[in-house]
DNA sequence: AATGTCTATGCAACTCGTTGCATAGCGGGC
DNA sequence: GCCCGCTATGCAACGAGTTGCATAGACATT
């Protein structure tokens, strides 16, 4: 399980509470570790009691009181001895994969409405991508070491979509020229 | 969910017992949706119980008795509603993206072997890919719907796996470069 | 002769992840 | 005045997925 050190990370980076935490997975780390507040919360608690994060209970004027986490020297010990172990297979889960091999028993045009929704997705994913690294990486050559690890995540992110994007005119090409003949 | 879907797909395009189904997830299928045997089982008994697959016992010669599973007519209709369905958002388990992340907080260098054992693996089912593209669609003008189908997936596998080695490349090189300014 | 691997299926227990719901005050729109 | 959405946290129940183990005969290796 990888939760708790994804989560480890987002609070090195910045402490916060759960709520926080859990926008910061809608948004940019979601984009490699996805996760809903409950098991955000839930791991926290976790955390708490082995000693990996502290929190600080923050009173707010206006809205509920928040408990900001941040990461302990046990936490960032775990994450040391974490790093030094070998990752393991990454579980694949691609839906639209499975979609397309089932076309081949149903009409396979009807998938092309669904493909092309999945590539408005991606291409505006990578608008976002592109603007997001405008904004936080203008000058790649004055970067910290946490700037350029995060920027070469980023970059992974931009290639992927990029590469999605050619690939989805791919299947949507097949799909146009399967239609074609069967008229 | 969409186990139950892949196995639909897989037994609509070649009937099989549970166990052989599960090597078939361990290899071709397995890239782009992994199950146990223990989901397999489990799935298969579920679908035949709701008449969505119909199961044949083969008493066999100097191995155990097997059920062989085909898809029956309700299988097929259910996987037509799913097909008209729009696909849920993939969840995403990167966790080398995590680890490169997290690695501005210990030393960077310590991934590179990581790193380098990932891009091997890479390496290898990308040559797997293509080995296997040769063999198996060596004249791509000449096949029919379900192979095209089949090959367009396979060409998406082959360009993630290319488009992964140029990151990890760069991932290297990111690498490398904290490596000689922290000297 | 003993050990290990392959085929083939399955139980039991567990952890991980999702979904629905609840609370509760603040602010905005109709 | 009412409903909706945002911040902020959490419970309870369920479903998905993993891990360890068991059976059991056939064959290959040491």
Do not use: C, N
């Not at 987002?10 to 984009?31: K, M, V, W």
């Amino acid at each position: 399980m990888a939760l708790e050190h994804a989560i480890l990370v987002s609070l090195l980076e910045q402490p916060g509470s759960g709520y926080e935490l859990a926008r910061r997975f809608d948004r940019s780390i979601g984009r490699f570790w996805t996760a809903t507040h409950q098991q955000i919360y839930r791991v926290l608690r976790r955390m708490e009691t082995d000693g990996w994060i502290a929190a600080q209970a923050v009173t707010q004027d206006g809205r509920p009181d928040k408990k900001v986490y941040s990461a302990a020297e046990a936490g960032r010990s775990a994450l040391g001895a974490w790093l030094r172990e070998p990752v393991e297979p990454e579980t694949v889960r691609h839906e639209l994969a499975v979609k397309i091999r089932a076309a081949a028993f149903e009409d396979p045009s009807a998938l092309i409405p669904e493909v092309e929704r999945h590539r408005e997705g991606h291409a505006a994913l990578l608008a976002r991508y592109l603007t997001g690294e405008q904004r936080d990486f203008p000058d790649p050559s004055a970067l910290d070491a946490q700037q350029q690890l995060q920027h070469v995540v980023l970059r992974g992110g931009i290639e992927y979509e990029r590469m999605t994007l050619a690939w989805l005119d791919d299947v949507l090409a097949t799909l146009h020229r399967l239609h074609r003949h069967a008229d």
